[in-house]
């Protein structure tokens, strides 16, 4: 690390009085506003969609959850009203789902996020100055995306099949038993989790180190800090707002996973709150219990987000 580098590190910012800042003409400040108006009609058609597509729906599913059925009615019949009590017997019905559809979620993004960044940090750091590189495994890092979802999950679903190599391989190896199978296990779900959203872990991961000053890192080892030390007091603080982002992105979708739980899983053992939500909406016809099952579900991944954030957030994200 250079001198002069070293200076623009240590050297604190100057403080700049307010006073001195010059006032803008009234041509200036008539330009100011022009672009102010200019942005808030532009930011009008993001907030309508989301009106629209995310504000009305969600009070719609809060009010069915709510509905009660009349008496004699027949299956799928409701009526608007004010039944709470539906809330209280899903979660005393599901409530071991709920803990299982967490669980699944937080060990995928901790999978995710040991996988993802090494991966970022190769990326977007040591190889740094070979762009090339840097693009080719890009590309590796975004193609799953090129593709179907569903196809995705299906050839996961090959893979860990009773007829796959893989399961064969673990056999004759003796970490399976002979009668032993992956699919319709915790393991293919969880695997099938990680896999799919391991994406949505790297690239804020990438993003925010393609952005580190390794000027810092070398001056780590200036100052006698090993490679591992470092990397803890250095590196790892400094990229916490793509990690954060990562396991928000990672986990939220993860908890209310549906795909991967009927493809990969399909086991009582394994039933996700997806599944429920599916099994009482579109067989059971339970409307009411189906709306409050989401909602529990969106309160609860509001909740733990939430502490996550003010737990291991910064101030400008609370």
Known sequence: MSLKAAEELTTPQEHVDPASIPERSAEEQRTWRTRGRLGMLLVIPGFAFIAIFFVVPVFSMLAMSLYTQPEGAVAGEFVPGFNVAT??????????TFVRSFAFALIATV????????????????????????????????????SSFILRVQSWRFI???????????????????????????????????????????????????????????AGGDLYAGGFQTFLRVTLPLSMPGVMAGTILTFIPASGDYVNAVMLGNNVDTTTVGQIVDSRFFHAADYPSAAALSAVLMGIILILVTLYVRRFGTKEIV
């Open 87 to 96: 809330y209280a017997q899903v979660m005393s019905t599901y409530g071991d």
């Open 111 to 146: 999978a995710a996020l040991c996988i993802g960044y090494p991966m970022a940090y190769l990326v977007a750091v040591r190889l740094r100055g070979r762009p090339l590189l840097q693009g080719l495994l890009l590309v590796v890092i975004i193609a799953p995306f090129f």
């Open 160 to 218: 860990l099949s009773d007829e796959s190599w893989v399961v064969g391989f673990l056999k004759a190896i003796s970490v399976l038993p002979e009668d032993g199978r992956l699919t319709a296990t915790a393991l293919a779900v969880v695997a099938g989790m990680t896999y799919l959203y391991l994406p949505l872990m790297t690239l804020p991961i990438y993003a925010n180190l393609e952005r580190l000053d390794t000027r810092l890192i070398e």
